[in-house]
T-cell receptor
């Protein structure tokens, strides 16, 4: 079956530093989504990537889908305390499955 | 307001009892999902349904059961066969169509079995 590894598991950064999380699949993905879960909250959809090599931006967040559609990344520039939470990649059309998540904590 | 509602937010049960978690959506979504989240862990898929009266097992279906009698509702029963039922349960729904699903999540139910 499809296996997706998400790294790192945890990331602690100083406020203002950049942050990146990666999802790597053993097989080609038809699409990938990114979600954010604040502490104590529920996951919230951020974006979906479908095309090979696709890059999308949302303010300080940059999302990439690899050329081979086997990996994806989420990059946050100049982190703020509001970025705290766990970031998950999601994949699949009918069976929506998630990576293990990267927990981001920020030191003010 | 359109959304997805899970109830109750907190639930306590004695070991050996079955318990049913409610999930209702008024988004007119065809697909619905149940996930389990343990402290500091990711989201593990329990069951999913693409259409009324049909559902499929996810990765950790043992000890759980579901029904999909109505498009709006997808209740999850945690049976006494589930060995470690204490967890945070999340329900989600999405449109079925081209591309991947943009899933909307409920607020979750924290189940504690004592």
């Amino acid at each position: 079956g499809q296996q997706v590894m998400q790294i790192p598991q945890y990331q602690h950064v100083q406020e203002g530093e950049d942050f990146t999380t990666y999802c790597n699949s053993s097989t080609t993905l038809s699409n990938i989504q990114w979600y954010k879960q604040r502490p104590g909250g529920h996951p919230v959809f951020l974006i979906q990537l479908v095309k090979s090599g696709e890059v999308k931006k949302q303010k300080r967040l940059t999302f990439q889908f690899g050329e081979a559609k086997k990996n994806s990344s989420l990059h946050i520039t100049a982190t703020q305390t509001t970025d705290v939470g766990t970031y998950f990649c999601g994949f699949g059309n009918e069976k929506l499955t998630f990576g293990t998540g990267t927990r981001l904590t920020i030191i003010p | 307001d359109g959304g997805i509602t899970q109830s109750p937010k907190y639930l306590f049960r004695k070991e050996g009892q079955n318990v049913t978690l409610s999930c209702e959506q008024n988004l007119n979504h065809d697909a619905m999902y149940w996930y389990r989240q343990d402290p500091g862990q990711g989201l593990r898929l329990i069951y999913y349904s693409q259409i009324v009266n049909d559902f499929q097992k996810g990765d950790i279906a043992e000890g759980y059961s579901v029904s999909r009698e109505k498009k709006e509702s997808f209740p999850l029963t945690v049976t006494s066969a589930q060995k470690n039922p204490t967890a945070f349960y999340l329900c989600a729904s999405s449109i079925v169509g081209t591309g991947g699903p943009e899933a909307f999540f409920g607020q979750g139910t924290r189940l504690t079995v004592v």
